[in-house]
C-alpha cells in the first residue's frame, strides 16, 4: 500500500475519508490490518504528504489513532492532548492541516475510561496540567 500522493488525497471527499477510517477501524477490529511497508510510506514522503484526516485524540497510550483506524504513514494528522480538548496550538495545527496540508476530515476521538475526562469532572489539580 502506497502513500497518498496529491491527486489521490484530491480525489478524497470529507465522505470518503470518514469511510476510509472506518474501513481501517474495522480492518483493526478483525486483525486484518492493510499490507503495508512503513519504511517505503517514509520514502514515499520523503518530498511532500498529503493526508487525508486530522484527528485529535487523547494522548491515552491504549487510543493510537494511526493504529486503532489502520493507517499509515502520511495518511493523518494526529494531534493527541489529554481529554482530546482544542486550545490555540491545536487550533492552529488544525488550521495547518486543513487549509494548507489539505486534510477533509477533522475527527474529534473520545474514548472509555479516559483518566483526563475524570479528571477535569473531579477538579483534580496538577501542575501545568491544570495551570490555567
Ligand atoms: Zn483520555
Excluded at 5 to 29: S, V, W, Y
Excluded at 64 to 70: G, T
Excluded at 73 to 94: H, K, P, T, W
Aim: aromatic share 6%; charged share 20%; net charge negative.
Amino acid at each position: 500500500m502506497k502513500a497518498h500522493t496529491k491527486d489521490t488525497q484530491a480525489a478524497i471527499t470529507p465522505q470518503i475519508a470518514l469511510q476510509l477510517l472506518k474501513e481501517g477501524n474495522q480492518r483493526f477490529q478483525e486483525k486484518h490490518m492493510a499490507d503495508r511497508d512503513l519504511l517505503d510510506q517514509v520514502n514515499d514522503t520523503k518530498s511532500g504528504q498529503f493526508p487525508f484526516a486530522t484527528i485529535l485524540s487523547c494522548i491515552d497510550s491504549r487510543v493510537s489513532s494511526e493504529l486503532i483506524f489502520d493507517q499509515g504513514i502520511g495518511d493523518i494528522f494526529s494531534a493527541r492532548v489529554a481529554g482530546n480538548f482544542v486550545n490555540e496550538d491545536i487550533l492552529g495545527s488544525m488550521e495547518f492541516a486543513c487549509k494548507l496540508a489539505g486534510t477533509k476530515l477533522v475527527l474529534v476521538l473520545g474514548h472509555t475510561a479516559c483518566g483526563a475526562v475524570k479528571g477535569a469532572c473531579d477538579d483534580a489539580k496538577l501542575g501545568n496540567l491544570t495551570a490555567y
